[in-house]
């Protein structure tokens, strides 16, 4: 690669010229020998690729995260009704055994306190 293409390749991706320029080292081996500029590219363009897929993994792991407290919210709502369902139950019981004992004393005459 001449050294005309390696200034095109760096115009044409701005992100690889900013990684190149933080490693000296490597910006030296290109000013020597233009034509690493392409493999140092390929070296790049994967470590890109490996950091969208790293954070399309996280941002998965986000939602899901999100997912789970959801449900556990939803499953702590159900617990608190279901209580709520078992105290007007008992208290539905109680009152029919208190309608229940008051019939009977006014059949029989005795009060019900």
């Not at 044409?12 to 490693?23: Q, T, V």
């Not at 390929?42 to 939602?63: F, G, N, P």
């Not at 709520?84 to 029989?108: D, E, F, G, P, W």
Request: glycine fraction near 4%; aromatic fraction near 6%; hydrophobic fraction near 35%.
């Amino acid at each position: 690669m001449s050294r005309k293409q390696a200034k095109r390749l760096l115009k044409a991706n701005p992100g690889f010229e900013a990684w190149l320029k933080e490693k000296p080292e490597e910006v030296t081996k290109v000013r020597e020998n233009p034509t690493v500029i392409q493999g140092m590219f390929e070296q790049w363009k994967k470590q890109q690729t490996q950091k969208e897929q790293l954070e399309r993994i996280e941002a998965s792991y986000r939602h899901m995260i999100n997912q789970f407290n959801e449900l556990n919210t939803l499953l702590q709502r159900a617990d608190q009704i279901a209580g709520n369902v078992k105290a007007i139950n008992k208290n539905i019981k109680a009152s029919k055994l208190y309608q229940t004992m008051l019939l009977s004393s006014r059949k029989s005459g005795k009060k019900v306190v």
